[in-house]
């Protein structure tokens, strides 16, 4: 049996990295005030027709529907904004004080083309704050993104920013952009003939048509902004300016998400070598997109990152966030009649919050010291008729190799002792 195509399994290595990353997501949101959620990996198909957009790629053509046994369509997550939603308006969380920052960390499932970066089982970590309007809360998500790869040391990001306006602003540039590649539309891709009926903005960010002469010249979103979505986009910028955070102002970035209205934003990573699927976190402002799925009128604003490729961004910088956690004490039961003093010593340790490994199968010193070795033990304690008799326990420091004899009374005080250090790392 294999994994299904477009996924990957989860241990060693990157199971170490990812709980380190999750660790440090976790971390890094108490800082904002943002609240953890997990919503259903699978919702009703129509949550995301309805969120993400019904002439979107995502679900046109990547999404993984079904059918359940109650005859129920249900969709796999292609991504995490739209279910968050939903449990925000089922929950009645606007009712609660507003801005509310949410968080979430999981799977999401796209029917693309696998290839490095690109993946159709994938984990995101994403952001969403509801229930302002204000430039700030724009802002502050972009600084999320840029702050959490700054803690990470990863140094090759581009911040591309733009402004897709208010409805009244986009509806004024769809005709701008209707007009100008009406004469062109036979030069367009057979998708892109057909973005020109239902969302001409995708034209933009097509990567069939990108090198066309006829693109250069298309008409930008940013001189179609009305007043107040200009007024909003210079916010975002002043503010962004006002935390030292880098950016540039891409016209082209239009994202492949229906619900963004005013910012959008996507960080790259400029890396060489990095490949085509460089996108490694975005977003942007949804003030339409509670509504539209049956709630009151609440505006938001999030992203999300891409875990495989901030991983593998990581990897290409030689950063090493390996988070391994090894046992600090190994226990080596000697003969069967210390096995039931072994266990009972193995368990009170652990409840005594430290992390304990034993052996299980009676094995002889030799090989139980290169267990030890191998799991990266700081400590062996050996138990055997003579340390039953005396309550006097043989304590090896497996690095200095040094023999400590401690009475077991004392023994979580001698462990707290030694290991406190390695508790603080
Ligand atoms: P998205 O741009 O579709 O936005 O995805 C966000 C990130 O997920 C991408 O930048 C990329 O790093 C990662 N990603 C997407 N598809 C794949 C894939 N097939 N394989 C590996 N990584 C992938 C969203 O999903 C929005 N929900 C973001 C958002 C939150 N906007 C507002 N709030």
Redesign the pocket.
Known sequence: MQKPK?TYDIFGDRANKMLYLRKLINALMDKYNAKYFETPIFESSDLFHRGVGETTD?VSKETYDFKDRGDRALTLR?????GIVRCFIENKLYAESLPLKAWYFGP?F?Y?RPQA????E???F???AFGTCDPTMDAEAISILVNFFKMLGLKGIKVNINSLGDSESRDNYRQALVSYFKPYLEQLCDDCKNRFEKNPLRILDCKVDTDKEFMKNAPKMLDYLNKESKEHFNKVKEYLDAMKIDYVVNSNIV???D??THTVF??EADIPGFGS?N??????R?NNLVENIGGPSIP???????????LLALEMEKIDINYNSYPEVYVIPMGIEAKAKAVNLVNSLRLSGFSVEMDYDNRNLKSNFKSADKLGVKYIIIIGEEEIKSKVLTIKNNESKEEYKVDLENLIEFLDEKLGDYDED
């Open positions: 477009g995502i292609p991504e995490g904004t739209a999401m796209r693309e970066g690109r993946f159709r994938f984990y995101q994403g952001f969403e994202r492949g998400l619900y963004y996507e960080v699927q996108v490694l976190g975005a977003g942007g949804y938001g604003v999030g992203f999300a990152i891409g875990l495989e490729r901030l």
